[in-house]
């Protein structure tokens, strides 16, 4: 059992000399797509599509935006995709004024910065994982605007940055034991 996560993408080279090294061993790979490979992902759709699906039919909104991640990362890049799918199944347009990428840490208040500027009607706001909305939070404080009264915010992995946040973060489990 083989986790690379995003590394492929970043050292083909070295993961090429590995798989020929080993190219008899049965392997399952987790964290990543690899072409003609075993593996096992995250669930990257049923927690976005039901958080989606709440936000519109429960709550009524239109006016959604993504603090996102790298390119070079499988599960962002997954989670772009079936964010924007799952809002283009309402109607909802995602634009790119709509989304913003992160370098996926804490340390994002100028990304948030940017998006809420950018979005000054926003209803609810995905983050591509808990880190990321630290520092959405940290924006939002910082404008007077608090998280599930005035923006509805969400993440994914559901670490325990999401229960030590004020208030928590509603975040789409991840199930890292599972995985």
Same mark, same amino acid.
């Given at each position: ?17 590995? !798989? ?101 009607? !926003? ?8 880190? !990321?909305? !630290? ?45």
């Amino acid at each position: 059992i083989v986790c690379l996560g995003s590394m492929v993408p970043a050292n083909v080279e070295l993961f090429d000399r590995w !798989v020929k090294r080993n190219q008899n061993m049965p392997t399952v790979y987790t964290v990543c797509e690899i072409e003609d490979r075993v593996s096992v992902n995250y669930d990257n759709t049923t927690g976005i599509r039901e958080a989606v699906d709440y936000l519109v039919n429960f709550n009524g909104f239109r006016h959604f935006a993504m603090m996102g991640g790298r390119e070079d990362n499988f599960d962002s890049m997954k989670r772009n995709e079936i964010y924007s799918q799952s809002l283009a199944e309402y109607g909802i347009t995602f634009e790119e004024k709509n989304y913003i990428a992160t370098e996926m840490f804490v340390d994002t208040q100028e990304e948030a910065h940017i998006l809420l500027d950018r979005n000054p009607d !926003v209803q609810a706001i995905f983050c591509v994982n808990d880190s !990321v909305a !630290v520092g959405l939070y940290q924006e939002m404080a910082r404008r007077r605007l608090v998280p599930g009264k005035d923006i509805m915010v969400f993440g994914f992995d559901n670490t325990k940055t999401a229960t030590r946040m004020i208030p928590p973060l509603a975040s789409v489990g991840a199930g890292n034991e599972t995985m």
